[in-house]
């Protein structure tokens, strides 16, 4: 039986983001690609149907959204590919609510501010500096799930209860993102499960700056080497 690969995309990103990623990743796997902005999508919170157990993968926000899934219901998931992730664990109170406040300032912007504008504040945010930036276009994206993200799934109120984690997992970070290459130290050394990678001449984006080396890395997990 082919195995079933359900792959989140990111903060304003397409369930197309990954097909680069499909094109060089496991021919066999049943492929579960939502896109969790666009308009009349389902509730983003809701996990995809599907038999049996499934490897869940994804990046920066979907990431998130995939350990809130992996600790709520550890019997469904084979195991994870998670890339770019901040779980939580290792903010101050302060930055907590800086966080916090920071992303309901940019859910208020996504109700209201015209989309080319908003495309080049966000894409000048630091985290993203030397990596592509993916062409977005309004009618892609429903605002308001936009701004109800931010508001109700900061990484302000994040926390991943590592003993719910169970399978295989692997994290990835751009070698040059060096905010999340030090929270792949940090997960390291505090006990999270897993092997840990820095992908060579990446960024944040790695579904854009390295699908190749995503790619292998998943093929890896799913074939068990």
């Keep these: 039986m082919s195995a079933t690969v359900v792959v989140l995309h990111g903060f304003l990103g397409r369930g197309s983001d990954w097909d680069a990623v499909r ?11 939502p896109d969790l902005f666009a308009p009349g999508a389902g ?16 990046y920066s926000f979907g990431a998130r959204l995939a350990l809130r899934w992996l600790t709520a219901q550890p019997e469904r998931w084979l195991g994870a590919l998670l890339l770019s992730v901040n779980p939580g664990n ?19 912007d996504f109700r209201r501010e ?17 990596s592509l930036h993916p062409r977005r276009a309004a009618e892609d994206f429903d605002r308001e799930k936009l701004a109800a993200a931010l508001e109700k ?27 999340f290459c030090r929270l792949l130290d940090e997960m390291r050394h505090t006990g999270f499960p897993g092997s840990f990678f820095a992908v060579p001449d990446a960024g944040h984006r790695l ?6 080396a995503v790619a292998a890395a998943l093929k890896r997990m799913v074939s068990g080497v």
């Design 207 to 212: 579904l854009h700056d390295a699908p190749t």
């Design 23 to 33: 094109g060089e990743g496991p021919s066999e796997a049943r492929w579960i690609c």
């Design 114 to 130: 015209s989309w080319e504008v908003l495309m080049t504040q966000w894409n000048s945010q630091d985290i993203f500096a030397g």
């Design 90 to 108: 290792f903010q101050t109170d302060p930055e907590r609510e800086a966080r916090r406040q920071s992303d309901r300032a940019w859910a208020a």
């Design 153 to 179: 799934f900061s990484v302000a109120d994040q926390f991943t209860d590592i003993a719910r984690l169970s399978g295989h997992f692997t994290w990835l970070a751009g070698g040059n993102d060096v905010k």
């Design 43 to 58: 509730d983003l919170f809701a996990v995809p149907s599907f038999e049996g157990k499934a490897w869940l993968v994804g």
